[in-house]
């Protein structure tokens, strides 16, 4: 099973069936077993040409792209003799049944995949980490794992950004979307340094939602802009709403010490408000350059310890008020998929799919 959306129209798309393909000589074959279904997902498909997302996983038709998840999966065939069968990882996948990988760099850790369309590829998305020795997994928390856990790296390596760069000498941050599950845990990082007040932006519908988490100092919904707290500020824009971007710049002007590029919730208006904005240019944040930059600061090793002792407390927090919808059709796997899609989504539900 192949789920594949029209890379023109994101709103079309079909399923296909074939044989699994057999591995050669060095390949493996991956059985995906689970992954999460999140706006993250929607943010690959929107960002599917201009950031190559698409050519992770090449569809069956280059007028089509297959939806970039992330997951469990397990190795059904090898012919790697260092990759046996029945190895179970977590990694990033396609919304498909199988996935045919070159395991290079085998170690205890995993493996990532050095097939050749993907050498080219940011190599935070390459690994396949076996879940046996990964500290960050545990079988009690896999719901939280497979829905939070690539947004909640990212999170952490925003957090670690603004702290290493002082904040940019302001105490207030403010962060859109404030009910997606990146700002969320945006916002229940950054609650535990001091000296700075987190502000969420959000939704009349989702104000009391966001208030409930108490993780943000104070919320505002989208109309209130003009009373955003703070002398100077850093915006975190996980919305991508560019008629909020251009309020929020105004607002602060000057004043604005940074503003952060970070997501695309709200793609259906990133097009809107995009001429000059007062204060500093909006920055792109990729999360693979800060990967790299942490790696070579602090090691590998330390980068995924660091990243695991902030995800364990997290992930507890989180399975306190986390609804998990369990799905496995494909009939709930397009319904899930158009409702992300047309932001139709619940902030305290996140969708599991079992295959």
Partial sequence: ????????????????????????????????????????????????????????????????????????????????????????????????????????????????????????????????????????????????????????????????????????????????????????????????????????LTSASNREFVEGLNVYDSVCAYDQVSQLPGERAVYVDIAGDGAVRSDIHAHYGDRLAHSAAVGMTHWTKMAQGTGDLDGPRPVFFFAPDRIKKRGADWGPAKLDQNVADAWTPFAKWASNWLRVERISSEDDIQRVYLELLDGKVDPAAGTVVDL
């Fill in 1 to 200: 099973m192949d789920f594949e959306l029209q890379r023109n129209d994101l709103h079309t798309s079909r399923f296909l069936h074939t044989d699994p393909p057999s591995p050669d000589d060095g390949e493996a074959l991956l059985r995906v077993e689970s992954f999460g279904l999140t706006s993250n997902n929607i943010t690959y498909a929107v960002f599917g040409e201009a950031m190559n997302y698409w050519n992770f996983f090449p569809a069956s038709d280059p007028e089509w792209g297959k939806l970039n998840v992330w997951g469990y999966a397990r190795v059904e065939d090898s012919r790697h003799p260092d990759v046996a069968p029945g190895m179970r990882v977590y990694g990033y996948l396609p919304c498909a049944s199988h996935l045919l990988v070159v395991p290079d760099r085998v170690n205890e850790k995993g493996f990532v995949d050095a097939a050749p369309h993907r050498a080219t590829l940011p190599s935070a998305y390459q690994g396949y980490r076996d879940v046996e020795t990964d500290p960050v997994y545990s079988a009690d928390s896999e719901a939280e794992h497979i829905l939070f856990f690539p947004l909640f790296f990212t999170s952490f390596l925003i957090d670690d950004f603004l702290a290493d760069e002082g904040f940019f000498g302001t105490d207030t941050i403010v962060i859109s979307s404030a009910s997606s599950k990146t700002a969320i845990i945006a916002a229940y990082l950054l609650a535990k340094r001091a000296g700075i007040e987190t502000v969420g």
